[in-house]
């Protein structure tokens, strides 16, 4: 049951240039999305969220946006750095109300410099 | 900055033996979860843990899987008999509360290998 998605699983782009990762989610009682990057053996590390009341949230670097419509979200991330090379997840928070995360396949991201 | 440390880093069991997992979560965090990612797949929910009980779990955690937080610290899972498929990264997870934000921030993870 694949509720969240990620349909590519690796992503490159050039140092400066923006990088666009996709999400596509079919649940439309997901009230919160999340983007998190993971180093290899290490834990997810929270980057940016956003709440299904809004269509964009920006941090720094880093902007998400939400199409409820589409149900697609997506995570720009400019100017793109070689540090940013990570497996990105797109997580969605259940309608359930203990909060659980529901993840993606994960898309990979190269920085080249 | 407060983190979820996870202990131990890397185990590696025989089939059928027991497993205990360590998780001290952050200190004002009310809501705790463990997950797991198989090598190669997803990162999929196990079980959500609050107020000393379980608030839900999925199909993967059945009678094998117990959770608890015998010292008000530690957030445990424990693997009563190990199974080669239990082989995978087993990350924990908290959160201030349900009125804060839903944000969950995770351990480092502990490599399970079952041989």
């Known amino acids: 049951d694949q509720q969240v998605k990620q349909n590519s699983p690796s992503l490159s782009v050039q140092e400066g240039r923006i990088s666009i990762l996709n999400c596509d989610y079919t649940?439309?009682?997901?009230?919160?999305f999340l983007w998190y990057k993971k180093y290899p053996a290490e834990g997810p590390t929270f980057l940016i969220s956003i709440s299904s009341i809004k269509d964009k949230n920006e941090d720094g670097r880093f902007t998400v946006f939400l199409n409820k419509s589409a149900k697609h979200l997506s995570l720009h991330i400019v100017p793109s750095q070689p540090g940013d090379s990570a497996v990105y997840f797109c997580a969605a928070k259940g309608s359930s109300n203990t909060g659980k995360l529901i993840f993606g396949q994960g898309t990979t991201l190269q920085v080249k410099p | 900055e407060p983190e979820v440390t996870q202990t131990p880093s890397h185990q590696v069991t025989q089939m059928g033996q027991e497993v205990i997992l360590r998780c001290v979560p952050i200190?004002?965090?009310?809501?705790f979860y463990w997950y797991r990612q198989i090598l190669g797949q997803k990162v999929e929910f196990l079980v959500s843990?609050?107020?000393?009980?379980?608030?839900?779990k999925s199909e993967i955690f059945d009678d094998q899987f117990s959770v608890e937080r015998p010292d008000g610290s530690n957030f445990t899972l424990k693997i009563r008999s190990t199974k080669l498929e239990d082989s995978a990264m087993y990350f924990c997870?908290?959160?201030?509360?349900?009125?804060?934000?839903?944000?969950?921030?995770f351990g480092p993870g502990t490599r399970l290998l079952v041989l």
């Open positions: 843990f609050y107020n000393n009980e379980i608030s839900e």
């Open positions: 649940n439309s009682m997901f009230d919160y």
């Open positions: 200190s004002n965090h009310l809501y």
């Open positions: 997870a908290t959160r201030p509360g349900l009125a804060g934000p839903s944000t969950q921030y």
